[in-house]
């Protein structure tokens, strides 16, 4: 089953425009939430990160909402720019059992920011 | 530099080959983890490790076996590549619980004809 689910699938938007990435999870025990940011032939690296003693979290024009009783949390990116055309990654994770951690993704969503 | 390192960066297999992917991390991360990413899936668990000498099965672990006889190695292994298996392979590793984040290496293009 697909303990994170991630849409939309693609989103195009305007330069300078704000686009919101949404993820919901099921498993209660998550407890840490990263989003990831991947450009063509390169590996995942981490954007911005959330627990969930928080409701928000900004790192420079990327914010992080989170909604504890709903079990989501989404991705803001203000005053969007070409160069953050990418493919973003929600990721969850929490003690799965015997102190082990898996980091488990959703599918990802493809932005490309029009000039 | 610091980080994750890969090996091979792309690999040809023919089926029924066999072949072993190499990750190496220079951070002394106890959690190393190997994903494989397809369109439209995400990046999905193979295998992971907790640490030196143990491994366990991730969400797709048919047809892979790994090892980490070194805390700084973890090897994914196809004994018998399927077309199947065709998937760009990502590495991590990781301290969970302590505000780090999780380091990925560039991947492994492994295409199986």
């Known amino acids: 089953q697909q303990q994170v689910k991630q849409s939309p699938q693609s989103l195009i938007v305007q330069k300078g425009g704000i686009p919101i990435i949404n993820c919901a999870y099921e498993n209660t025990a998550f407890d840490y939430f990263p989003w990831y940011q991947q450009f063509p032939g390169k590996g995942p690296a981490l954007l911005i990160a959330?627990?969930?003693?928080?409701s928000e979290k900004k790192e420079g024009r990327f914010t992080i909402s989170f909604n504890k009783s709903a079990k989501q949390f989404s991705l803001h990116i203000m005053d969007s720019q070409p160069g953050d055309s990418a493919t973003y990654f929600c990721?969850?994770?929490?003690?799965?059992?015997?102190?082990?951690?898996?980091?488990?993704f959703g599918k990802g969503t493809k932005l490309s920011v029009i000039p | 530099n610091a980080g994750v390192t890969q090996t091979p960066k792309f690999r040809v297999l023919k089926t029924g080959q066999s072949m072993t992917l190499l990750c190496a991390q220079d951070?002394?991360?106890?959690?190393m983890y190997w994903y494989r990413q397809d369109p439209g899936m995400g990046l999905r668990l193979i295998h992971y490790s907790v640490g030196e000498g143990t491994t366990a099965k991730g969400e797709v672990p048919d047809g892979y076996n790994v090892s980490r006889l070194k805390k700084q190695n973890f090897l994914l292994g196809l004994e018998s590549a399927a077309p199947s298996q065709t998937s760009v392979y990502f590495c991590a590793s990781w301290i969970p619980g302590q505000g780090e984040t999780a380091f990925f290496g560039q991947g492994t293009r492994l295409t199986v004809v």
């Open positions: 959330i627990r969930p003693d928080v």
């Open positions: 951070m002394n991360h106890e959690y």
């Open positions: 990721a969850a994770s929490g003690n799965s059992g015997a102190g082990s951690y898996q980091l488990t």
